[in-house]
Nanobody
Framework: QVHLMESGGGSVQPGGSLSLSCAAS????????MAWFRQAPVKELEVVAN???????VYGDFVKWRFAISKDNAKNTLNLQMNSLKPEDTAMYFC?????????????????WGQGTQVTVSA
């Protein structure tokens, strides 16, 4: 059974950094497409970044080189390093996975989701 659990969220000042992690069980992250999505209050779910089974990454336009998605195959986790955080990055961040080598920026592509972790950026 596939299970995803996010950790690492919290509160940070503008310009700060946070590192999110998503622990996966029931499959190996190296063989799957995995992604981070986020949803702010009264906004739609949007893709932050995804990484396929070959390590190819795609980022949302708003990221602009501030974030980095990666897999730790030894720990079977998906990670997201976020730097230069802005108040508009405040959202619930979700980890998602699909048992495919191919990725998509569309949330409907991913059947497996974690519960989410809150990120708040404020002074």
């Amino acid at each position: 059974q596939v299970h995803l659990m996010e950790s690492g969220g919290g509160s940070v000042q503008p310009g700060g950094s946070l590192s999110l992690s998503c622990a996966a069980s029931g499959y190996t992250v190296s063989s799957a497409c995995m992604a981070w999505f986020r949803q702010a209050p009264v906004k739609e779910l949007e893709v932050v970044a995804n990484i396929n089974s070959f390590g190819r990454t795609v980022y949302g336009d708003f990221v602009k080189w501030r974030f980095a998605i990666s897999k730790d195959n030894a720990k079977n986790t998906l990670n997201l390093q976020m730097n230069s955080l802005k108040p508009e990055d405040t959202a619930m961040y979700f980890c998602a996975a699909v048992m495919s080598s191919a990725c998509s920026t569309q949330s409907a592509w991913y059947p497996y989701w974690g519960q989410g972790t809150q990120v708040t950026v404020s002074a």
